[in-house]
Each structure stands twice: as C-alpha cells, then as structure tokens.
C-alpha cells in the first residue's frame, strides 16, 4: 500500500484546510487510518484516527470539536477537514495505516503500531 497525502498549506489562524490521504497499488478498506502530526520540537503525535468500517472515530484532546476524520471507501482516501486553526497545529502532517485484522471497529491509535506511511503535507498557521 502506498499512501499519499496531500493538502497541506498555510492558513490564517481561525481557517480551514482538509487534507487527504488517498491509497494506491493496494486497497485500504480493511485498514484503520490515523493521522499524527510533527514538529521539529515533538515527537510524531496522534491527532485523529478512523476505522476500517468507517463507524468509529477517535481525537485527540487538543483538536476535538474542530477536526473531522471521514473516509471515502469508493475512493479509497481518508480525510482530515481541519477548522479552527490555531498556532499549535502547525506542522508536518502524516497519514498511517494499520491492517484492522477484520475488526470494523479496530482504531490505529499509535504510531508504531501503523504498518504504512504517506509522506507528509505541511500545515502552517500565521495570526
């Protein structure tokens, strides 16, 4: 599976951006994906995940209530529509895929559990 993101940009503060994590050469149907996120000061941060299913979401803390995590199964691409940007999400944004060994509602949550990675999409946020 190779796994492509894109979307990234740079956004006022209080804007918005979606990003995209679209999957080639391999289906990513049965795979949960998550997004983390990194800076040069952080290690590489979980910041929201899906399903395999697409029925289960999880966030993070610091961008619950302004992030959405939703995938298209006939495109085979994950989203992350980012709202109410702040200072604090600027960063390297990853996509990761973990296999949900056939539990729809299994949620990759670490990192170092993720079996596939797409190659990051910078985010910046100016006031």
């Known amino acids: 599976v190779q796994l492509q993101a894109s979307g990234g940009g740079s956004v006022q503060t209080g804007g918005s951006l979606r990003l995209s994590c679209a999957a080639s050469g391999r289906t990513i149907s049965g795979y949960s994906v998550a997004w983390f996120r990194q800076t040069p000061k952080n290690e590489r941060d979980f910041v929201a995940t899906i399903s395999a299913g697409g029925g289960t979401t999880h966030y993070a803390d610091s961008v619950r209530g302004r992030f959405t995590i939703s995938r298209d199964l006939y495109r085979d691409t994950v989203y992350l529509q980012m709202s109410s940007l702040k200072s604090d999400d600027a960063a390297v944004y990853y996509c990761?895929?973990?296999w949900g060994d056939g539990e729809a509602n299994l949620l990759l949550l670490d990192s170092r559990s993720a079996a596939f990675w797409g190659q990051g999409t910078l985010v910046t946020v100016s006031s």
């Open positions: 990761a895929a973990a």
